[in-house]
């Protein structure tokens, strides 16, 4: 029987984590060479995790499925990292990113984490600096900002498009270092398929080599889950192939907590689906919003005549278009959060005013911003600033310089040249702001296994802001897990090295081993990826931006059906003992039938709307989300039962820093 | 549109591997990843053993996709991975040749996947900044110029996919090694250690059976990042002041 015991350390918001550092209970150098961690994943929090536990002398192994550990999605992550420097001067500070971040989440998130959060984001930035991260520059030299969704303030370091692959690389070195030194064992092309409990504690894992098809387990003092979102339970997603749920759900099996499954981040600014081979959906940066308009035609004559190709979107008069963001949140406009961006654009979509052939996909028109930055450009160049043609050649420029790689993919997958006509874009899921429940010390419900970055639940509520995905990778990573560890590490300082010859490690080998014999077995007619579309379609149409709850209950009969069906005809090919990547979707896809009931379960039975989590039943008269304070303040914690219902617990959320208001953004 | 295949398939890194021909049916709007999706789905469906190819995030940026497509790596497209072509630059009729990377320091290990661990070996030897967790000073005590930030992040933004490798005639790995040694020589934080960094990258990287640099400019002309060979130049003046610079190394 789970308990939850979220172990915030007493005292007021600030003096929190300043107290736990200097009180918490140290492991001496001597001691930390006898402890093996085993980090799972090597995104930015398990590579910023494991390097960092290995330069303070733990002995580190990592693992990932990938060929390198420079691969993870994190890679992925565009528009920037948040950090309380306020080096703009605009007002920030620590207080600020925290309640912009408990605001942001709709008011589910647990302050004393979220604050620390904050707390340590200023460090982030010096770190990855001193990495040789390349940011952003000033023309003096310093470090430049940018404004993000949800936020009025400029918060947000870049490194062009691609700050999270910067901030990866700048991880991945900092891990290949310590590889060098001898401090990290580095296990490429390894996935995890179990957890190995040892007298109640997470002492190992099972692995399976992605090459030869080896099962293997490894044992260590504990465990660090830091294997990434699951919101590839809807198949097309913003993230990467590869990325699955099963290492987390495999913990969930043996008994870790699953906190908020149904709190899922569907973003706004995705390129729009063009077809049913269609295998993963791509972002367009949440940054662009900022320079970006989104509009539909107010005229349904105007839409029909774009869907036909008779007009195109820039034969569309001003007086003619509806810009509805700026227009139904006039303080915030284009730059309200991504669950509020994300609902609007389907509401107009769902109004039939949707421009593309299937009806779903919206405007981002960079027209205006062009304009702007040109005539700047011009007059601070003494040029004719009321020249047209040059105005927009140097506008263009500029909106080049910020978003060029951007404009690049976008151009690449469409065909289509944003700098002449408005990109299209719809929502699409992104992130997962639920997973893993895991207390102060990021620990999970199972003594000894942590849980870090998107895997676990912890920071964003039910809603995360942009530029804070990095954020929070890192700052579990490098500056709080290698404190908290030691919560349990200083309590093991006598326990020998753990081996895998106990029959507890053989036997989960064996149920690994029977699980995947058995998916081969099936020899049915259906491919896994027939499968994995089917169920991301029932999940994106019950539980994906907007819930109510007979659409739920139907999503689960279907789910349940076809997980029946899976079971008795998927086709996987080939041998267990090879490389075989059907098998290992395979795997996955049987872990997303499980994790994907949980998140129906959990929506089901929140009848509140909060952040990504939209109930129909739970709206206000002008369709804006409403919560319920009164009923839903808690964190959702669900205890798996195998094939009976699963068991809720509840985590009360008290606030005592901030107070709880309509997240209203007009 | 109709479409045939000539793919390379070798069942594991001992086995000699044969070309295989398919033909596939594939539409303008898809990727050419998506389009080798279709024909797995095809081979499937017939119980056969669909082609191994790595990839991840479909988006140009993790690296992981390879292959060489009708001699060129990651296809016809400059500027561009092969998850990111799409098929609407091939024609109905077309005969495309899809093989692995090919380099001494890349066995292929089954069908067009490779092994690039070598690039991760020489990441290892040098290719950091020897900076631990809550070392660092304030970000803006280090003041960088925006075009000396820029030149580093245009080293920085190599995607670790090996094309360069695989379109050198010598199979050399001279770009990637390079952008990393400029990308932390450029900026003052890379500064202290340039002088060893360089000398044991280039000094893994010839253990590792890259070939030697013959000023082809292929890499430049294959790589979908558009790392420039100006980062070679720069790496040679690195190592060789590194190696007879007055200075006590």
Not at chain 2, 223 to 242: D, H, L, T, W
Request: proline residues 4%; negative net charge; hydrophobic residues 35%.
């Amino acid at each position: 029987m789970i308990k939850l015991d979220a172990k915030i350390p007493e005292g007021s918001l600030a003096e929190k984590w300043k107290k736990y550092k200097s009180s918490i209970d140290l492991v001496a150098p001597n001691n930390k060479r006898k402890l093996e961690v085993i980090v799972v994943g090597t995104g930015l929090a398990g590579a910023s995790a494991a390097a960092s536990l290995a330069e303070l002398g733990y002995k580190v192994k990592a693992f990932t499925f990938h060929d390198s550990p420079r691969r993870a999605h994190s890679i992925a992550a565009q528009g920037g990292i948040n950090a309380a420097k306020n080096y703009q001067n605009d007002g920030d500070s620590v207080y600020r990113l925290f309640y912009d971040t408990i605001k942001g989440g709709d008011y589910r998130s647990r302050e004393a984490n979220v604050y620390r959060l904050a707390e340590v984001s200023a460090n982030i930035i010096d770190q990855c600096v001193a990495q040789g991260v390349p940011f952003a520059r000033e023309y003096g030299g310093t470090l430049d900002n940018r404004s993000f969704g949800g936020v009025q303030v400029s918060r947000t370091f870049y490194a062009r498009g691609q700050t999270g692959q910067q901030l990866l690389i700048g991880a991945y070195q900092a891990l290949s270092r310590q590889v060098s030194l001898g401090n990290v064992e580095m296990y490429n092309r390894h996935e995890m398929l179990d957890l190995v409990m040892v007298e109640n504690k997470a002492r190992g894992i099972v692995t399976r080599n992605l090459l030869t098809g080896e099962l293997k387990s490894h044992a260590a003092h504990c465990v660090v889950l830091a294997t990434g979102g699951y919101g590839n339970v809807y198949y097309l997603s913003t993230n990467a192939m590869n990325c699955n749920v099963s290492a987390a759900w495999r913990a969930a099996r043996r008994g870790a907590a699953m906190a908020n499954p149904c709190f899922c981040q569907i973003h706004p600014t995705c390129i729009p689906v063009s077809g049913t081979y269609q295998s993963k959906l791509t972002l367009m940066s949440e940054s662009l919003r900022n320079d970006g308009r989104v509009w539909v035609p107010k005229k349904m004559e105007d839409v029909e005549a774009i869907r036909e190709g008779s007009k195109k979107p820039t034969d569309i008069p001003e007086d003619d278009r509806d810009y509805y963001l700026e227009r139904k949140y006039p303080a915030f406009g284009n730059l309200v959060p991504r669950d509020v961006a994300s609902r609007a654009a389907k509401d107009v979509c769902d109004e039939g005013r949707g421009v593309n052939k299937t009806g779903l996909a919206v405007y981002l028109d960079f027209e205006d911003a062009i304009h702007r930055y040109g005539k700047a450009e011009a007059y601070s160049a003494g040029k004719d600033s009321e020249d047209g043609e040059l105005v927009r050649k140097l506008g263009t420029k500029v909106v080049e310089a910020k978003y060029g790689n951007l404009f690049e993919i976008y151009e690449k997958i469409t065909g289509d040249n944003p700098y002449v006509t408005p990109m299209r874009i719809y929502p699409a899921i992104h992130y997962t702001m639920g997973g893993l429940w895991v207390d102060y010390n990021l620990e999970t419900t199972l003594p000894g296994l942590f849980c870090i970055g998107e895997a676990n639940f912890s920071d964003h509520g039910a809603n995360r802001l942009g530029a804070s995905a990095l954020m929070q990778g890192l700052a579990d990573g490098y500056f709080v897990l290698p404190y908290t560890i030691g919560s349990f590490l200083s309590k093991e300082i006598k326990t020998p090295a753990i081996t895998d010859d106990s029959s507890e490690f053989k036997r989960v080998i064996e149920e690994v081993k029977t699980r995947l014999e058995n998916l081969l077995a099936v020899k049915g007619d259906r491919s896994v990826d027939s499968f994995h579309r089917e169920l991301g379609l029932i999940i994106w149409d019950y539980c994906g931006m907007s819930r109510n709850e007979e659409g739920l209950k139907k999503g689960r009969k279907l789910l349940k059906e076809l997980k029946k069906e899976f079971y008795s005809n998927v086709f996987v090919p080939g041998e267990m003992n090879e490389y075989n990547p059907e098998l290992e979707k395979a795997s996955r896809v049987a872990d997303f039938f499980e994790l994907g009931e949980l998140m129906i379960v959990d929506a089901l039975h929140r009848e509140e709307s909060c952040g990504g989590h939209f109930r129909e039943e739970s709206q206000t008269e002008d369709n804006e989300a409403k919560r319920d304070d009164e009923n839903y303040t808690y964190v959702a914690a669900w205890e798996w039962k195998g094939e009976e219902e699963p068991l809720l617990h509840k985590e009360p959320l008290e606030f005592e820093n901030v107070e709880l208001k309509t997240r209203s953004y007009k | 549109m109709n479409l045939k295949l000539k793919i390379w398939r070798q069942p594991n890194k001992e086995a000699k591997g044969k070309f295989e021909v398919y033909e596939v049916e594939a539409t303008p709007e898809m990727s050419f990843l998506e389009m080798l999706d279709v024909l797995n789905d095809q081979i499937i469906e017939e119980k056969g053993n669909p082609i191994a190819f790595e990839h991840d995030c479909r988006e140009g940026i993790c690296g992981t996709c390879s292959m060489v497509i009708n001699g060129q790596p990651h296809g016809p497209m400059g500027l561009t991975t092969t998850c990111q072509l799409h098929m609407r630059h091939f024609k109905d009729g077309d005969t495309i040749v899809i093989e692995p990377f090919r380099a001494t320091a890349f066995p292929v290990l089954k069908d067009l996947v490779v092994d690039r661990d070598s690039f991760d070996r020489i990441i290892q030897s040098g290719g950091f900044v020897s900076v631990g967790t809550g070392q660092a000073p304030d970000g803006n005590s280090i003041l960088i110029e925006q075009e000396v930030a820029k030149d580093a992040f245009d080293a920085a933004s190599c995607i670790g996919c090996g094309a360069c490798v695989a379109a050198c005639p010598n199979a050399s790995a001279m770009l990637f090694v390079s952008a990393k040694v400029a990308h932390l020589a450029y900026l003052p934080q890379g500064q202290v250690e340039a002088s060893k960094r360089v000398k044991r990258m280039v000094h893994q990287m010839d253990r590792e059976g890259f070939g030697n640099c013959s000023n082809t400019y292929a890499c430049e002309a294959e790589c979908p990042k558009g790392i420039s060979v100006e980062n070679i130049a720069k790496m040679n003046r690195e190592y060789f002041s590194s190696v007879i610079g007055s200075q006590k190394k």
